[in-house]
């Protein structure tokens, strides 16, 4: 007996595994938020090569992870991706001009030839540490709030604003996203530190560190919760398609599907057990707890702005070119196709995994530094 998929379940599938890759992506964003550190947690050069040199066995995962969310969007709902980077390309540039030089950095920063100095290239860091996590947040949260596009018979994108997508920089619940994804970055960041690098000098700053960007972010973030689901949300209607603005749609979504709610819950418990982890009890293990928090928070965020009969990257400029899951899509047979590729994800994840715990073996030390090794 032949099992029949329909375009609809791949549809719902596909946004499932963006889901999943995007909370993935954030919680890995702990190496940018590390980074954001590199001037003001060291006390001297040797903690800086620590620092440097713990997120430098982990920022490729990042990338590869980056790359893979956006490959995965472009191939599942390709009108979506030629929307925005068509229209929103500012803002893209920006993301990825960002990741660039982070990559720059760690290849050159202490290659034997290097004529700039280790002050450069730390400043890439630093920039990559503040703005792609800040930018990718603002860009997310325009799910919610809207772009000013238009999409004529043909598809063809119109952007209303000269700025093609930094706009979003002037809406305060994108800043509030953005902030809020920053400062979640920074507090991951600490806690992998703690995690990775054995020096008692480092891990008190860290610690002081935690409460300083812990509080930032619970306010940031419970602000963009508060400002989305008590806010107007776009409606797409199931049979003709139509988009409108409702009040509480976002909120109605949440409390009618009983796995997000859950799904949102659990990850808020698991990355305030972390925190108190982090800052009370000074565990090395917290960073595992914000992590596995940190996924299914975002994972739900991104079931509230694609399923329930929602518009996921909504037009404020005109509602009829809001885009859907059903309308932004791939064809049946590419989804189909592309869904027993995604079969391999687990076997990759497993050798992450594994990739990790081999890296992570053993804690970085000052003794270590001052070997002869790789160094970044």
């Excluded at 592309?338 to 804690?363: D, G, L, Q, T």
């Amino acid at each position: 007996m032949t099992m029949i998929i329909s375009h609809a379940f791949l549809q719902s599938y596909w946004w499932l595994i963006i889901s999943l890759l995007a909370g993935l992506l954030v919680f890995l964003l702990f190496v940018q938020g590390g980074q954001s550190f590199i001037f003001s947690l060291p006390r001297n050069d040797m903690q800086r090569k620590m620092i440097v040199n713990s997120l430098g066995r982990k920022w490729e995962f990042t990338f590869t992870t980056l790359v893979t969310f956006g490959g995965a969007f472009f191939a599942s709902f390709p009108l979506f991706y030629a929307t925005s980077f068509g229209g929103a390309y500012w803002v893209w540039m920006a993301i990825l001009f960002s990741f660039i030089i982070q990559a720059v950095a760690y290849e050159y920063r202490s290659k034997p030839g290097n004529v700039f100095g280790t002050g450069v290239f730390d400043t890439f860091l630093f920039l990559n540490g503040c703005l792609g996590p800040f930018l990718l947040g603002v860009a997310v949260a325009t799910f919610f709030t809207g772009s000013d596009f238009t999409l004529d018979l043909f598809n063809r994108v119109q952007w209303g604003s000269g700025w093609h997508g930094l706009e979003a920089l002037i809406n305060p619940v994108n800043l509030l996203l953005g902030l809020a994804v920053l400062f979640l970055a920074r507090v991951l960041g600490l806690m992998y530190l703690e995690n990775s690098i054995d020096d008692d000098e480092l891990m008190a700053s860290i610690r002081k560190s935690l409460v300083r960007n812990a509080i930032p972010f619970l306010v940031f973030f419970l602000a963009f919760v508060a400002a989305i689901l008590i806010g107007k949300g776009y409606r797409a209607d199931a049979v003709t398609g139509e988009v409108s603005l409702v009040k509480y749609h976002y909120l109605h979504n949440l409390t009618g599907n009983i796995f997000t709610m859950i799904l949102f819950l659990c990850g808020v418990v698991l990355v305030l057990v972390s925190l108190w982890l982090a800052i009370f009890r000074g565990s090395r293990r917290a960073i595992w707890y914000g992590g596995f928090g940190t996924v299914p928070v975002v994972m739900s965020l991104f079931f509230l702005a694609g399923y329930g009969e929602t518009s996921f990257y909504p037009s404020s400029a005109d509602l009829d070119s809001s885009l859907t899951l059903a309308k932004a899509s791939s064809s049946l047979f590419t989804l189909k196709t592309m869904m027993y590729v995604s079969f391999i994800i687990p076997f990759v994840v497993a050798y992450i995994w594994y990739a990790w715990s081999s890296i992570n073996r053993e804690r970085i030390t000052g003794e270590e530094m001052s070997g002869e090794g790789h160094s970044y």
